[in-house]
């Protein structure tokens, strides 16, 4: 325990403790590594001859947060045993501000979580001047709140107002945003910052927090002044708007905060720890902490690749088709540093493709999260051409053109006349078989489908399509790519819609076979917010456009022939394209009216066109119908080998489209609900509305036996 944290006296008498975990890449708050700083602190705090304190890391980073092990049993753990750890982790922090001698937290890299907590449980915050480190706490974001002091010293130290959206928008920040914002008080150079900390204590400032004096006052008042009580107020009413009371980790902030400046700082954490049980061992916070840290990590760390292959690097990308979608794939490679070849039909479109990225570079400018030369140097690797003899010597070439089998066809011949024998041929299609497209290809093992997401800058998933004849060295590489240019893979199978599509597709379908029913659409997508997806379905449909959505059913129903099943949402869209030419936002005018000088309303329209039913359902079961359709078609894909692990379902359907991250993803809804009780959810949805919920034999086989996707 005792090499995790070293003790540095130097002359002066200022104990400089280094955090430096030999067995981990980074530091995190853990068993032994609580105990080792504990031991740490009661060392230190008894030698007289010490005169001040350094808290600080022997790593690129400060302390990033929890151990993985410690979060691990969070959901198997018992109340008592999750309050004893945090209170476990309290009791250091709290023993290290009231030592007796100034502590300064020598910031040198990120610190988030219980890594900040420990650095506000100091009387002075120094950060090195880093714009990648992160500083924050982030918390909120897993289902959880700041456990070990960070609703209450927060507060105290920049006031409720200014710390309750960094708490329940579980806010992270680089250094100068964080000195900006009251949560450190320095930033100074990395070479300095030791010095800087030295410095601080030689100035013999006060060994006493602000809130341990007598006459401590809040910043910006006390909670029952009329200001802070009001917004109060308001955020309650505002987190309740944002979350749908579907997350309760914001509302136990909230509570916590208001709350715990109403008492002394000791009572006011051992509060603090009973919120935080209270939410570890709801099914929310398991969710999310299951999906969003581990299976989100676990697809960023490729866990799935195939093994046997030397990883790869990519200097060069060819990019076919500069749409919205090409241009954001050239963007995001650029970014990482690599050179992309943007090719279109005419210069003029490809540079066209090329101000797409202009565009986000000069906000970033603006922003200060790019400085002008940086900015120069990635547009300078963006080069706009129709000349396919450009792509010689590049690694990956990603077609991004229009959805017809005959254009990427065209575009793949002409691409591999000049690329070389060990490059990969990478089509972005969201619906057309891999398999199929590879027949243009002269070599069907280097073809795999890399499925974007609008807008690639903002859109982490990408979809890896493997076809019949996709090599694991081209699936691996491919991996390797998307893990370079900083987004997440998951990896499915070549059928019709692969996963994401097939699945998404279904949300918005149901919702408009209910409109079709006489689901008032108001009701109808309000009830989709509520249920917790992003935007409802009516709304998403015009999104994506009624259009496309119809194209692609007559392409799917000409390719089937008499196995096509129509669905009972086809007919409304049939009529909103080819009879009122309502066709998506794109054009103004789809289930919404987008006027310009104002928001988007329901097409006065569609009450006549569909006429609401007197008794309207309740929108809870509205709701469960969504989700429901979603997940049990997600069963279908893994019962038809689309996906090849649950887990994959679950962070594609998260980043994918916005499935209710609450639930932890598509089959951790199923988990949530129970196997069974979802079994007979779907008999009973399959009864009244159609054999698409009908779950398929793998659910009751489950449901039998008492298992789980998730274990």
Not at 557 to 585: C, F, Q, S, W
Request: hydrophobic letters at 40%; charged letters at 25%.
């Amino acid at each position: 325990m005792t090499d995790i944290i070293t003790i540095d006296i130097d002359g002066d008498g200022i104990a400089t403790l280094t955090w430096d975990d030999p067995g981990a890449p980074v530091n995190t708050l853990g068993e032994a590594s609580i105990t080792a700083f504990a031991n740490a602190i009661e060392t230190v705090a008894a030698n007289n001859d010490v005169t001040g304190i350094v808290v600080t890391s022997g790593k690129r980073g400060f302390i990033a947060g929890a151990d993985l092990k410690m979060l691990r049993t969070l959901g198997d753990a018992t109340p008592q045993a999750i309050y004893d750890m945090v209170r476990g982790l309290q009791g250091p922090l709290r023993a290290l501000e009231t030592c007796g001698k100034p502590v300064v937290a020598a910031i040198n890299g990120t610190a988030l979580g219980g890594g900040y907590e420990v650095a506000l449980a100091c009387h002075h915050r120094i950060a090195a001047d880093d714009p990648k480190a992160q500083i924050g706490l982030p918390e909120a974001g897993l289902g959880l709140l700041p456990g070990a002091g960070g609703t209450q010293r927060l507060p105290r130290m920049i006031g409720a107002i200014n710390a309750i959206p960094i708490l329940t928008q579980g806010k992270k920040m680089p250094p100068r945003a964080a000195l900006e914002a009251g949560l450190v008080d320095e930033v100074v150079t990395p070479d300095g910052l030791l010095d800087a900390a030295k410095a601080w204590i030689k100035e013999s400032p006060t060994a006493t927090q602000p809130w341990d004096e007598k006459k401590f006052r809040i910043p910006g008042g006390a909670v029952q002044t009329p200001k802070v009580f009001q917004h109060f107020v308001g955020a309650n009413g505002h987190t309740r708007k944002a979350t749908w009371n579907n997350y309760p980790a914001p509302q136990a902030i909230l509570a916590c905060v208001y709350h715990g400046l109403q008492m002394p700082l000791d009572p006011a954490l051992k509060y603090e720890a009973r919120r935080f049980t209270e939410l570890a061992q709801g099914a929310v916070a398991q969710n999310m902490i299951r999906t969003l840290f581990f299976a989100m990590g676990e697809a960023n760390k490729l866990a799935r690749r195939p093994e046997g292959v030397p990883k790869a690097t990519f200097k060069k990308v060819g990019v076919l088709g500069a749409g919205m979608m090409g241009a954001g794939i050239a963007w995001q490679c650029a970014l990482v540093g690599m050179e992309v070849v943007l090719i279109d039909r005419t210069q003029d479109h490809a540079e066209k493709g090329k101000a797409y990225s202009e565009g986000l570079a000069a906000k970033r400018v603006k922003r200060g999260r790019m400085s002008e030369v940086d900015a120069a140097m990635l547009l300078a690797r963006i080069t706009p051409t129709t000349d396919y003899a450009l792509l010689d010597g590049a690694d990956i070439v990603v077609e991004a053109v229009f959805e017809d089998r005959a254009i990427k066809a065209d575009v793949t011949q002409k691409s591999e006349a000049v690329i070389g024998p060990d490059a990969i041929f990478a089509s972005n299609t969201s619906t057309l078989p891999i398999t199929g497209l590879a027949e243009a290809s002269n070599d069907a093992k280097r073809f795999i489908g890399l499925h974007f997401f609008s807008p690639v800058d903002k859109m982490k998933l990408v979809e890896i399509i493997v076809g019949e004849h996709t090599s694991d060295e081209t699936l691996a590489r491919s991996m390797d790519f998307v893990q370079a240019i900083k987004r997440t893979p998951i990896v499915v199978t070549d059928r019709r819609g692969f996963f994401t599509s097939r699945v998404f597709k279904t949300y918005i379908l149901e919702g408009i076979a209910m409109l079709r029913e006489g689901v008032d659409p108001m009701l109808l997508d309000n009830a989709g917010r509520m249920a917790g997806m992003p935007v409802g379905p009516l709304a998403l449909t015009d999104e994506v456009s009624l259009e496309l959505i119809h194209r692609i059913s007559g392409q799917t129903r000409r390719d089937l022939g008499d196995d096509y099943v129509e669905h009972p949402a086809e007919p409304v869209i049939t009529h909103m394209v080819e009879v009122a030419n309502r066709l998506g936002k794109k054009t103004g005018k789809g289930f919404y009216d987008y006027p310009d000088d104002g928001p988007k309303r329901i097409w006065c329209g569609l009450r006549e066109q569909f006429i609401p039913r007197r008794e309207q359902p309740d929108p809870g079961s509205i709701g469960e119908r969504l989700l429901a359709i979603q997940a049990v078609e997600t069963v279908r894909c893994l019962d038809e080998g689309v996906l090849l692990h649950p887990a994959d379902a679950d962070v594609g359907s998260i980043l994918g489209w916005g499935f209710c991250p609450f639930h932890g993803g598509v089959l951790s809804y199923i988990d949530t609900v129970g196997v069974a009780a979802f079994v007979e959810r779907c008999d009973a949805l399959a009864e009244a509305h159609g054999e698409r919920f009908t779950p398929p034999q793998r659910l009751r086989d489950m449901a039998a036996a008492g298992e789980t996707f998730h274990g």
